[in-house]
């Protein structure tokens, strides 16, 4: 049986706490490796050797650092096809759907390789007689990210790249369901040219995450995405051929397990049953596989509790009331016997407020909803908990852009299903979705990763005689 360590000081080590985890492969239930988890003295460990390892690398001048993270790119690249049979492998999802993680990480790695135009300072000179001033944007530290089990590449790199781009160290502590690609990341990065020590990984459960947020050693800056609910609003001028396919793509790719994925579809009175019908058509001819069949266009569940969790919430919204129009059941056929696959399942006739209107399922499940007009159809998202993605599909230019407006979340898709922005601009929701003043990737990571210094500066030339004995003020 495969177990997989701890990767600490550049290089990988065995987990010492005789404590581990069970990683299985989603498409057929088997376990595949034991994942050690790291006990608090190994943490420990991992926090004293970046410690030690950050401020040589802080003392590395903004471009060193950048072309560290130029040789990863070229790195990453030449594994790319292997990474993404990996991640695929360890996760579930489609080996397209990996090349697209990892592909969306290293957009992140490009914009962070331009982060020494970000780093620099404000200067006024002679901002009083004789007297310069100017700022400067130094690295926290020791930094840590804490990534989920559904982009097992992305997330890691969202995280690490503008940290270690700013002078930071960084530990990852990757989800210990899908592992093996952030410790490959690593692995690379050491390659690149990353000092030993400066990027360390550990794995583990709650005892290493409370490691992490308790050593006084560490850094806390609080960035958190807390889940969405996110709706896709489709009106009766909406090109339905483009919304049946942002729909598809947003409540079944992945299977369903993204934050950004679309939970909620509210389709104004007019086209609701003709592109409930066509959903439902499209949604029963989507091929579920195992995630590195090429064919397959819809994966497994990452665990039994993960399907498990789809089908009580199914359960419930047809208490609630609502129609199961297609779906809600695990696939038939020997194929789908052992692993954790479900089908693409529609629930109509939902109502605000039920609980597959509110609540986050984290699976191949569409609630829909009825809209009136498009005031309501604004509303609707604009109320609820959640404010981390929504869409619109419309063809009326001026009621798009009054939409983006007005409507309470944080990112807006227009004729576009997953509003996640490119990595020159900030991701993060608002509400419930999010917590913290600065988001994930663009210029918020840089402001997240490093704190501001203001330096006052008058030489000797500009020195007056005599003390002064009131505050200072431009006079």
Same mark, same amino acid.
Request: a neutral charge.
């Given at each position: 049986?495969?177990?997989?360590?701890?990767?600490?000081?550049?290089?990988?080590?065995?987990? +010492?706490?005789?404590?581990?985890?069970?990683?299985?492969?989603?498409? !057929?239930?088997?376990?595949?490796?034991?994942?050690?988890? &790291?006990?608090?003295?190994?943490?420990?460990?991992?926090?004293?050797?970046?410690?030690?390892?950050?401020?040589?690398?802080? &003392?590395?001048?903004?471009?060193?650092?950048?072309?560290?993270?130029?040789?990863?790119?070229?790195?990453?690249?030449?594994?790319?096809?292997?990474? &993404?049979?990996?991640?695929?492998?360890?996760?579930?999802?489609?080996?397209?759907?990996?090349?697209?993680?990892?592909?969306?990480?290293?957009?992140?790695?490009?914009?962070?390789?331009?982060?020494?135009?970000?780093?620099?300072?404000?200067?006024?000179?002679?901002?009083?007689?004789?007297?310069?001033?100017?700022?400067?944007?130094?690295?926290?530290?020791?930094?840590?990210?804490?990534?989920?089990?559904?982009?097992?590449?992305?997330?890691?790199?969202?995280?690490?790249?503008?940290?270690?781009?700013?002078?930071?160290?960084?530990?990852?502590?990757?989800?210990?369901?899908?592992?093996?690609?952030?410790?490959?990341?690593?692995?690379?990065?050491?390659?690149?040219?990353?000092?030993?020590?400066?990027?360390?990984?550990?794995?583990?459960?709650?005892?290493?995450?409370? !490691?992490?947020?308790?050593?006084?050693?560490?850094?806390? +800056?609080?960035?958190?995405?807390?889940?969405?609910?996110?709706?896709?609003?489709?009106?009766?001028?909406?090109?339905?051929?483009?919304?049946?396919?942002?729909?598809?793509?947003? &409540?079944?790719?992945?299977?369903?397990? +993204?934050?950004?994925?679309?939970?909620?579809?509210?389709?104004?009175?007019?086209?609701?049953?003709?592109?409930?019908?066509?959903?439902?058509?499209?949604?029963?001819?989507?091929?579920?596989?195992?995630?590195?069949?090429?064919?397959?266009?819809?994966?497994?569940?990452?665990?039994? /509790?993960?399907?498990?969790?789809?089908?009580?919430?199914?359960?419930?919204?047809?208490?609630?009331?609502?129609?199961? /129009?297609?779906?809600?059941?695990?696939?038939?056929?020997?194929?789908?016997?052992?692993?954790?696959?479900?089908?693409?399942?529609?629930?109509?006739?939902?109502?605000?407020?039920?609980?597959?209107?509110?609540?986050?399922?984290?699976?191949?499940?569409?609630?829909?909803?009825?809209?009136?007009?498009?005031?309501?159809?604004?509303?609707?998202?604009?109320?609820?908990?959640?404010?981390?993605?929504?869409?619109?599909?419309?063809?009326?230019?001026?009621? /798009?852009?009054?939409?983006?407006?007005?409507?309470?979340?944080?990112?807006?898709?227009?004729?576009? /299903?997953?509003?996640?922005?490119?990595?020159?601009?900030?991701?993060?929701?608002?509400?419930?979705?999010?917590?913290?003043?600065?988001?994930?990737?663009?210029?918020?990571?840089?402001?997240?990763?490093?704190?501001?210094?203001?330096?006052?500066?008058?030489?000797?030339?500009?020195?007056?005689?005599?003390?002064?004995?009131?505050?200072?003020?431009?006079?």
């Amino acid at each position: 049986m495969r177990e997989i360590g701890h990767f600490i000081g550049g290089k990988k080590v065995a987990g +010492r706490s005789g404590r581990s985890g069970d990683m299985f492969n989603p498409n !057929t239930g088997e376990v595949q490796a034991k994942v050690s988890f &790291a006990d608090k003295s190994e943490v420990e460990q991992a926090i004293a050797n970046a410690e030690a390892a950050q401020p040589a690398w802080a &003392a590395t001048n903004p471009q060193r650092r950048a072309r560290v993270l130029f040789k990863f790119l070229e790195l990453v690249h030449k594994e790319f096809d292997g990474l &993404a049979q990996l991640l695929s492998s360890e996760h579930g999802k489609t080996v397209a759907d990996s090349k697209g993680d990892i592909q969306r990480g290293l957009e992140v790695v490009e914009f962070a390789c331009g982060i020494p135009h970000l780093l620099k300072g404000e200067f006024s000179e002679s901002a009083g007689p004789g007297i310069d001033l100017f700022s400067l944007r130094q690295p926290l530290g020791v930094v840590a990210g804490i990534t989920p089990f559904n982009f097992p590449a992305m997330i890691p790199m969202w995280k690490f790249a503008p940290a270690l781009a700013c002078g930071n160290a960084f530990i990852l502590k990757p989800s210990e369901r899908d592992p093996s690609v952030p410790m490959r990341l690593a692995e690379l990065l050491v390659e690149a040219g990353l000092p030993a020590g400066v990027l360390n990984v550990v794995n583990g459960d709650k005892e290493a995450v409370d !490691t992490l947020l308790t050593d006084a050693r560490m850094h806390k +800056r609080l960035s958190l995405e807390m889940g969405g609910k996110n709706a896709m609003i489709v009106l009766e001028d909406a090109d339905l051929d483009l919304a049946l396919d942002g729909v598809l793509w947003g &409540a079944f790719g992945t299977t369903g397990q +993204r934050c950004t994925a679309t939970s909620r579809l509210i389709v104004q009175e007019r086209v609701h049953d003709k592109l409930v019908q066509l959903i439902c058509d499209r949604a029963e001819r989507l091929r579920l596989g195992p995630g590195l069949e090429p064919s397959t266009e819809v994966g497994p569940l990452i665990n039994e /509790a993960a399907r498990k969790k789809v089908e009580y919430y199914v359960g419930v919204g047809q208490e609630e009331g609502a129609t199961l /129009a297609t779906g809600g059941a695990k696939p038939a056929g020997k194929a789908f016997e052992c692993g954790w696959f479900y089908r693409p399942t529609v629930l109509t006739g939902v109502k605000p407020g039920m609980r597959v209107e509110q609540e986050e399922i984290f699976g191949p499940v569409l609630s829909v909803v009825r809209a009136k007009d498009y005031e309501e159809a604004l509303r609707l998202p604009s109320e609820h908990d959640y404010g981390n993605g929504v869409a619109i599909f419309t063809r009326d230019g001026d009621t /798009a852009r009054d939409f983006a407006t007005r409507v309470n979340v944080g990112m807006v898709g227009v004729n576009f /299903a997953i509003p996640v922005p490119l990595s020159y601009y900030t991701f993060g929701g608002w509400k419930r979705s999010g917590f913290g003043d600065l988001n994930q990737h663009g210029p918020d990571a840089v402001r997240f990763y490093t704190k501001t210094k203001t330096v006052t500066s008058r030489w000797p030339s500009g020195i007056k005689e005599g003390a002064e004995f009131v505050i200072p003020t431009m006079k």
